[in-house]
T-cell receptor
Framework: ETGVTQSPTHLIKTRGQQVTLRCSSQ?????VSWYQQALGQGPQFIFQ???????GRGNFPPRFSGLQFPNYSSELNVNALELDDSALYLCASRQDRGAAEQYFGPGTRLTVT | GESVGLHLPTLSVQEGDNSIINCAYS??????FIWYKQESGKGPQFIIDIRSNMDKRQGQRVTVLLNKTVKHLSLQIAATQPGDSAVYFCAETEALRGEGGKLIFGQGTELSVKP
């Protein structure tokens, strides 16, 4: 186990709705990244947060947004859900922005109907 | 490079044999590479990493080889066991540029170990 936890485990939403996913980083880690993993594919980088600020973003639209809190836990928010948003959402934490090793949580499986 | 398509390459090996999983990466500026193992319903699990100033690194039953000339990475698993059955991903990043959080994952290979 990596010490990175995510909630909820599974979630079903309807197209057009909004969703919030949560991540608790490994103790002592101040940097968190979020990834989207569609079925049968590798994870795709969404964005990274370092000390409560977005610090790098992948090719995802603005309806994907995030927050990082003073305790370094994090949220991923997705507005106006689309069917293609159905995926496993993973967060990964690192000890610091300059650290190389990062550790993944178990993910949240989002299904959009 | 980045993952494309829905059909993962598959590798089927007999228990006890050695496995070799290959990966082509996309960015010549990448300086840090990682192999992850992902079991069904779980997040990626770190296996082994290597920096671009090395061409080989060994762990317990695993070896990673890096060929920067052809941008190729391989993972060798010795004496493969049924518990090794999973999807294996390579990932690359420019860690020295502070991009360590932005991993670019390869397509993934599904390893199936026959008892």
């Amino acid at each position: 186990e990596t010490g990175v936890t995510q909630s909820p485990t599974h979630l079903i939403k309807t197209r057009g709705q909004q969703v919030t996913l949560r991540c608790s980083s490994q103790s002592g880690h101040n940097t968190v990244s979020w990834y989207q993993q569609a079925l049968g594919q590798g994870p795709q980088f969404i964005f990274q947060y370092y000390r409560e600020e977005e610090n790098g973003r992948g090719n995802f639209p603005p309806r994907f947004s995030g927050l990082q809190f003073p305790n370094y836990s994090s949220e991923l928010n997705v507005n106006a859900l689309e069917l293609d948003d159905s995926a496993l959402y993973l967060c990964a934490s690192r000890q610091d922005r300059g650290a190389a090793e990062q550790y993944f949580g178990p993910g949240t499986r989002l299904t959009v109907t | 490079g980045e993952s494309v398509g829905l059909h993962l390459p598959t590798l089927s090996v007999q228990e006890g044999d050695n496995s070799i999983i290959n990966c082509a990466y996309s960015n010549s500026a990448s300086d840090y590479f990682i192999w992850y193992k992902q079991e069904s319903g779980k997040g990626p699990q770190f296996i082994i990493d290597i920096r671009s100033n090395m061409d080989k690194r060994q762990g317990q039953r695993v070896t990673v080889l890096l060929n920067k000339t052809v941008k190729h990475l391989s993972l060798q698993i010795a004496a493969t066991q049924p518990g090794d059955s999973a999807v294996y991903f390579c990932a690359e990043t420019e860690a020295l540029r502070g991009e360590g959080g932005k991993l670019i994952f390869g397509q993934g290979t599904e390893l199936s170990v026959k008892p």
